[in-house]
């Protein structure tokens, strides 16, 4: 009896830690537009385009959205060219962040993020009009 109680309460824990290692958290959810004073898109070959104040209350939503997992630094193994998104934000700091599906990387940490959320990102990066500089 004492055996199948311990086991009981071990699996609990084992599907607490599970529940606890997937469940993703939203870094940007309290992102406002009104707190970006300016967005760049940057993408290959050196295109960067500034959004427009429509183009920046379409892309908040999207980083509002995001979930990442855990970090996750092997991003950096991998090759392409993502599109870098770079606010600068009121209070003067900014925030860079590129979708690099499976990964997101925010101010240079890589984390495991939702594919669904990178392809917004991504998505959302291809429809802007790109600017030679």
Do not use: C
């Not at 199948?4 to 609990?12: E, G, N, P, R, S």
């Not at 290692?21 to 960067?48: I, M, Q």
């Not at 669904?116 to 030679?132: C, H, T, V, W, Y």
């Amino acid at each position: 009896m004492k055996r199948k109680i311990f086991v009981a309460v071990m699996l609990v824990f084992a599907g607490l830690a599970v529940l606890a290692v997937s469940a993703g958290t939203r870094p940007l959810e309290g992102l406002r537009a009104e707190e970006v004073r300016r967005v760049t898109v940057s993408r290959y070959p050196n295109l960067e385009t500034e959004l427009t104040a429509e183009e920046t209350a379409r892309l908040v939503p999207l980083l509002n959205a995001l979930t990442v997992y855990r970090k996750d630094p092997t991003w950096r193994d991998y090759s392409g060219d993502p599109p870098v998104f770079t606010l600068d934000l009121t209070d003067g700091t900014t925030l860079v962040v590129f979708p690099y599906n499976p990964f997101v990387v925010i101010n240079g940490t890589g984390y495991r993020a939702d594919r669904k959320g990178m392809k917004n990102l991504s998505d959302f990066a291809r429809a802007i009009e790109p600017q030679a500089p």
